[in-house]
């Protein structure tokens, strides 16, 4: 090798090296969350081997200068139960961030399910078969653009829109099979927008969230359009948290009007290394055009988490959805089908 050569390749590791050193920092993290469970869905019983939701992430932030920044994140969902599935439509973002707040492009959680039912979901990320099966999210995720405000006297605002770029959508009612009212388990038809707007108080042991959610869909005979509104309040008593979170909604087409009310109450106690959680759910009947229709449900669950560290825990729970004649809240489960799982698990975040 030349003495021109190996000064060449110096030179180029030098601007590698520097080029490298100009990129943002990447962060690579992310859950790895797995039960074995006991299930009964209807009058059939089944041992299963479950993945809450485990993810991979990666995220990395750049200075831009004069207070401005430049970020992103990715996030995949797999099966930690078999390895499969993994693509990163779980979270995926673009955002520039600033003394005035921070732009968001991607697709993520809107603000609204944050706010509200996301701060009563404590015991396990709100993943799983016991995962909040009652709330209304009502937001097609993607292609979204987003405002995050600063933090004002505790109070930090989000706006949220959503572009349907007339893409096919199917929408129909949380839990419902809507064939025998439409014909169709759902209604076949354009996404023309929808907007999200949410409210975080937080002080101390206190915080409150309201959100609210609009998003419609035009189809070929008629219209849809889909509201929900919902309002929590969280406070922490020494070692015990309580929540608990109410929500409203409303459906209007020109074939079938709707709505309902559906509440959450929430607690955690904390001893040492131990969480003791408990929580119930209950989704009233729909009114409207649906009224008649045995459509409520009752969600419960209690569960307790050992945090072997800040990063791992092992964990069990007991869950139970009881369902309407009418109605299907919760995996797996048909019309009328009650669910139930006993689980224990494994969590660990990297």
């Not at 299963?48 to 401005?68: C, P, Q, T």
């Not at 955002?95 to 993520?108: A, E, I, Q």
């Not at 707007?197 to 889909?226: C, H, I, M, R, W």
């Not at 009224?291 to 209690?302: E, F, M, N, P, V």
């Amino acid at each position: 090798m030349t003495k021109t050569t190996r000064l060449m390749l110096a030179v180029l590791a030098v601007c590698g090296t520097s080029a490298a050193l100009a990129q943002s920092s990447v962060n690579v993290y992310g859950r790895i969350n797995t039960t074995v469970e006991h299930q009964k869905i209807g009058n059939q019983s089944r041992s299963a081997m479950e993945s809450n939701s485990s993810f991979i992430g990666f995220r990395g932030v750049e200075d831009l200068g004069g207070g401005l920044k430049a970020g992103f994140q990715l996030e995949g969902n797999f099966g930690s139960d078999n390895g499969a599935g993994f693509n990163f439509q779980r979270h995926s973002e673009i955002n520039l961030s600033g003394s005035l707040g921070t732009v968001r492009l991607g697709k993520f959680n809107v603000g609204s399910y944050l706010a509200t039912a996301d701060f009563i979901s404590m015991h396990n990320h709100d993943t799983g078969t016991s995962s909040d099966a009652l709330y209304a999210y009502v937001f097609p995720e993607g292609n979204q653009i987003s405002y995050r405000s600063p933090v004002f006297g505790g109070v930090t605002a989000e706006f949220n829109y959503g572009f349907g770029e007339k893409a096919a959508r199917k929408t129909g009612l949380p839990g419902i099979d809507l064939t025998p009212v439409l014909g169709t388990a759902g209604v076949d038809g354009e996404h023309k927008g929808a907007f999200d707007a949410s409210l975080n108080y937080a002080n101390g042991p206190l915080g409150l969230g309201l959100g609210y959610t609009q998003a419609k869909t035009e189809a070929a005979a008629f219209d849809v359009k889909e509201q929900q509104l919902g309002l929590r309040a969280s406070y922490a008593i020494g070692d015990l948290t309580l929540g608990a979170y109410y929500q409203y909604y409303k459906a209007d087409a020109d074939v079938l009007d709707t709505k309902r009310h559906a509440y959450r109450l929430a607690a955690m106690y904390t001893l040492g290394a131990s969480e003791f959680h408990a929580n119930v759910g209950r989704a009233q009947s729909y009114k409207g055009d649906l009224d008649g229709a045995k459509t409520s449900a009752t969600q419960w669950t209690l569960g307790y988490n050992y945090n072997l560290s800040k990063r791992t825990k092992v964990y069990g729970y007991f869950t139970k959805i009881n369902n309407g004649n009418d109605v299907a809240y919760g995996p797996y489960v048909g019309t009328g089908d009650n669910f139930r799982s006993i689980a224990v698990g494994v969590r660990h975040l990297f």
